[in-house]
């Protein structure tokens, strides 16, 4: 009886601790909803709100007028899906080849994609801006997508996945029945694959969706993306906060989309590996 008492307890404090921290990430976005809904004034007051208001409509108006933000909308989307498909598709095709085929010099390759791990990212702009002058890619969007169609991460993250997730075996009858290497990819690993793709293809999305560093670099102010537009917002000698709050709001939404798509695909993963376990 007292175990069953215990384990009820138990329980109920899972649930508290589990929805203090649901509340506690979710607070951000909320206060960005509010924020966006208010006035500059009223944010600026000792207590602000803590309910939305009247204006976000308003502040959206505000947001289309001061950026170019249905522009910088569609870039970002465009540079985003077209970084998100070539990362998983590459990182999918070179895990597999590091995790399951036999070649030379597998290992001092693998090697070599770790070590482009820990070189930062900066290091390399002044070489790249200088390749992407001499093609004429300067202020196009194919000078975003191009330097990040190739991930490091997602190619030993996919690796390592398909290591423990698809077994030789399966491989082994494939070939026997004489498929090609092609047809294995899209036949076996791909579906064994799907949950470790779509939780590299969320992150992949949202990094690159709110990358600034390398956009405000290649790209103009008339074509720009999400991140960069959004600093045009709240101008003028007292930045107008619940602009760029409104604005927050509305370049965070497609992130919300994208985790609500792929979502379900996610935590099938998790699941997975956890019965596995």
């Not at 975003?144 to 390592?160: D, I």
């Not at 906060?241 to 939404?253: D, E, P, R, Y």
Request: with cysteine; proline share 5%; net charge positive.
């Amino acid at each position: 009886m007292s175990a069953h008492v215990s384990a009820r307890r138990g329980g109920r404090l899972t649930y508290a601790v589990l929805i203090c921290a649901v509340l506690l990430s979710a607070f951000p976005l909320y206060w960005t909803l509010v924020a966006a809904s208010r006035s500059n004034a009223e944010l600026a007051r000792p207590v602000p709100a803590l309910l939305p208001g009247p204006r976000l409509l308003d502040n959206l108006q505000a947001v289309l007028d001061e950026a170019a933000i249905g522009t910088a909308l569609l870039n970002s989307l465009i540079v985003s899906t077209a970084i998100t498909v070539g990362t998983v598709l590459c990182s999918t095709l070179a895990g597999f080849a590091f995790a399951k085929l036999r070649f030379r010099g597998r290992g001092a390759l693998l090697g070599a994609v770790v070590a482009s791990m820990m070189i930062p990212p900066q290091l390399g702009v002044i070489p790249l801006f200088m390749l992407i002058v001499k093609l004429h890619w300067v202020n196009q969007l194919q000078a975003v997508v191009l330097p990040g169609l190739v991930s490091a991460f997602g190619v030993f993250f996919m690796r390592q996945f398909l290591v423990q997730s698809l077994p030789d075996e399966l491989i082994e009858a494939a070939r026997v029945d004489g498929a090609s290497h092609a047809r294995i990819f899209w036949s076996i690993v791909v579906p064994i694959a799907r949950p470790a793709m779509a939780v590299l293809g969320l992150l992949t999305f949202m990094t690159a969706w709110n990358d600034f560093f390398w956009p405000i670099v290649a790209l103009s102010s008339q074509e720009p993306t999400v991140q960069v537009a959004l600093r045009q917002l709240g101008g003028g000698y007292v930045h107008d906060q619940s602009v760029i709050m409104a604005g927050t709001l509305l370049g965070t939404l497609p992130v919300l989309l994208v985790f609500g798509l792929l979502g379900r695909q996610i935590v099938g993963g998790i699941m997975q590996g956890a019965v596995k376990g």
